[in-house]
């Protein structure tokens, strides 16, 4: 099975600051990955989905872009924070297999 | 377009059995799926069904799907208080890799004593 490695666990930073959340892959090779966002007491919310290397789908207009520099590596970023944009994010992989793998959330504070 | 909606919030007694609804509108979701979050956690895969499928059960976990409506059902029997959690229906749309994983908004399910 899949292990997905997402950091860090929490995150606080002032408004206009950059961000960058990294997210690895284990256990496959060429996975669909994703990022989601979880505002408070909130659904999930698909932002950005990539099928391969350099490949990026945005799913939603906003403030934060997304990056696939290795097959197994996703990155998600902001050039400059919005309070908006807190939220939990989560990383996720699916692949040929049924099971769609989670990581355990980065919960980022913007104040 | 691709859509997947639940109903926010059920609330049952200990014992009783709850059952969670969800809706979709993409025909060509291969892959469903129901993932349990407790408060500040990740996501955990409770279930899924393959949309070839009517129904799966895996212990106290019931899995109806009725693919003519696109109706998602999961029946959790004897809950427990452990059980209160947010409840997400996703849909996998599309083939192979190529699929999007969508989620529904999430039911809180609360389990009173």
């Known amino acids: 099975s899949q292990t997905i490695h997402q950091w860090p666990a929490t995150l606080v930073q002032p408004v206009g600051s950059p961000l960058s959340l990294e997210c690895t892959v284990e256990?496959?090779?060429?996975?669909?990955l994703y990022w989601y966002r979880q505002a408070a007491g909130r659904g999930l919310q698909l932002l950005f989905y990539s099928v391969g290397i350099g490949q990026i789908s945005s799913e939603v207009p906003q403030n934060l872009s997304a990056s696939r520099p290795q097959d197994r590596q996703f990155i998600l970023s902001s050039k400059k924070l919005l309070l908006s944009d807190s939220g939990f994010y989560l990383c996720?992989?699916?692949?040929?297999?049924?099971?769609?793998?989670f990581g355990q959330g980065t919960r980022l504070t913007v104040v | 377009g691709e859509d997947v909606e639940q109903s926010l919030f059920l609330s049952v007694r200990e014992g009783d059995s709850s059952v969670i609804n969800c809706t979709y509108t993409?025909?060509?979701?291969?892959?469903l799926y129901w993932y349990k979050q407790e408060p500040g956690a990740g996501l955990q895969l409770l279930t899924y069904i393959f949309s070839n499928m009517d129904m799966k059960q895996d212990q106290r976990l019931t899995v109806l799907l009725n693919k003519k409506d696109k109706h998602l059902s999961l029946r959790i029997a004897d809950t427990q208080t452990g059980d209160s959690a947010i409840y997400f229906c996703?849909?996998?749309?599309?083939?192979?890799?190529?699929?999007?994983?969508?989620f529904g908004q999430g039911t809180t399910l609360q389990v009173k004593p």
């Open positions: 256990g496959t090779s060429n996975p669909n």
């Open positions: 996703a849909a996998r749309v599309g083939s192979g890799n190529t699929g999007k994983l969508i």
């Open positions: 993409d025909s060509s979701s291969t892959y």
């Open positions: 996720a992989s699916t692949d040929r297999n049924t099971e769609a793998f």
